[in-house]
């Protein structure tokens, strides 16, 4: 058996390191031979398999078992978070960068059970629905509200398509194309609608709201009503209309002054059709940067909305408006930094003869006065040699801040 490992040793030019191996056995193998291959080896002996960088050396059977500290360490990251302030956009990419890593290096090295994955997709999809801290409690709270029948009734599934409460083909098509608002995202001038809606140049926040609009997702007060939720569904703004997502962004007396301040940059009419395809058809004639402030204005609305039921504020349309074009020149200064923070990358000379390159570099805040410079020295091989860091107090400019990491350095 040593011969057979020097043999693979000299092949693969691999060294088995006997201190931090362990061996295992199988229920077959006899005592006696345990103990002499064990003295043998010099190796410790081990009487379950263990796991080799997060992963079981050993599959059986039970392979959602073996694999089990997948879903654990999916669980432990969504805790350890501070999840609960998040958007649902940054949700998202906390599921896409952060979740979806955890099972990638397993899922290269072996095929997981498809109960494992069926858990692991379910989990992704319950925190991303998840509502904020409280609101399961609520909902529980009302839940347990309903009075129970007298008599124990069995469950019973019904379709409601039809009268017999049995589920045909015929009955699915009719209501998905005539009752069921999410019909509109099978339609094509739908689909162009959302794929024009990932194209615009806007937070992923913004694009998962317009999505919430186009299917009636938003929770106003005539939806919150419809669930038994509220009793009162006036608009809390205007308090002329029943709050539906028609009242809210377009007749609310709010909503019409910030559309006609806004006359001016975008001109949105307001034909007496259904608002989502009201939504859709102002998508469809719009060129894409009046598309975006069109739904930063829709997103706008929605907050000033929100604030004035929370936080008891009261802003003007001229505000409201005011706020939107600073979020956009916002939006627009972000990319022009990372646009030029990745063109402007300067890569490390090296230094000539046998000299040393100082490199300085100093930073400052205007609002605090406070700089902060750095220093490093290397040679001509790019080995560090010293470094240094300091802040400083009182600087007055940027110019003034570069000069003081320049005397350091000198």
């Known amino acids: 058996m040593k011969e057979i490992l020097k043999e693979y040793e000299s092949c693969s030019s691999q060294c088995v390191n006997f201190n931090k191996s362990t061996i295992f056995y199988s229920s077959n193998t006899s005592e006696a031979a345990k103990e002499l291959v064990t003295g043998m ?12 960088l997060g992963l079981p050396n050993v599959v059986g059977k039970r392979k959602k078992e073996a694999f089990q500290n997948i879903l654990d360490k999916i669980y432990l990251r969504i805790d350890s978070w501070s999840t609960r302030f998040l958007s649902q956009g940054g949700k998202e990419i ?25 858990m692991i997709e379910s989990k992704f999809a319950r925190f991303w629905w998840q509502n904020r801290a409280g609101k399961r409690e609520a909902e529980a709270e009302l839940i347990f509200q309903i ?9 019973l599934l019904v379709w ?9 083909v015929r009955s699915s098509h009719k209501l998905l194309h005539n009752s069921d608002p999410t019909a509109y995202a099978l339609q094509d001038i739908y689909k162009g609608f959302y794929n024009k809606v990932w194209k615009i140049d806007i937070p992923l926040k913004i694009k998962l709201f317009i999505w919430k609009i186009s299917l009636n997702y938003l929770a106003t007060r005539m939806n919150m009503s419809l669930r038994n939720l509220i009793s009162n ?5 205007c308090g002329a209309g029943e709050e539906m997502t028609n009242h809210l962004f377009r007749d609310c ?29 102002a998508l469809a004639n719009l060129p894409l940067n009046v598309c975006r402030l069109f739904y930063v204005t829709l997103w706008a609305i929605w907050g ?32 022009k930094v990372n646009h030029s923070t990745f063109s402007e990358v300067i890569k490390w000379n090296i230094p000539s003869g046998q000299t040393v390159k100082i490199n300085f570099d100093g930073a400052f805040d205007e609002r605090s006065k406070l700089s902060a410079s750095g220093v490093v020295v290397r040679d001509r091989y790019g080995f560090v040699l010293l470094t240094s860091s300091e802040l400083h107090k009182g600087v007055v400019s940027a110019f003034f801040a570069e000069a003081i990491a320049c005397r350091r350095a000198t």
């Open 41 to 52: 080896l010099g190796v410790r002996n081990s009487s379950s398999p263990e796991k080799y």
């Open 94 to 118: 906390f599921i896409k960068s952060v979740l979806q890593a955890l099972p990638t290096y397993a899922m290269s090295c072996f095929l997981l059970p498809k109960t494992l994955c069926e």
């Open 253 to 281: 007396l709010v909503s019409v002054m910030i559309w006609s301040d806004l006359s001016d940059v975008i001109s949105v009419l307001f034909p007496s059709t259904n608002f989502v395809e009201w939504l859709t058809k």
């Open 304 to 335: 000033d909305r929100n604030s004035s039921i929370h936080d008891k504020t009261n802003r003007s349309s001229k505000e409201i408006v005011s706020f939107i074009h600073g979020y956009i020149k916002e939006l627009d200064a972000t990319r």
């Open 160 to 168: 409601k398509g039809e009268l017999s409460g049995e589920f045909s």
């Open 233 to 237: 569904n006036l608009c809390p703004r």
């Open 147 to 155: 009075p129970l029948a007298k008599k124990s009734y069995g469950d």
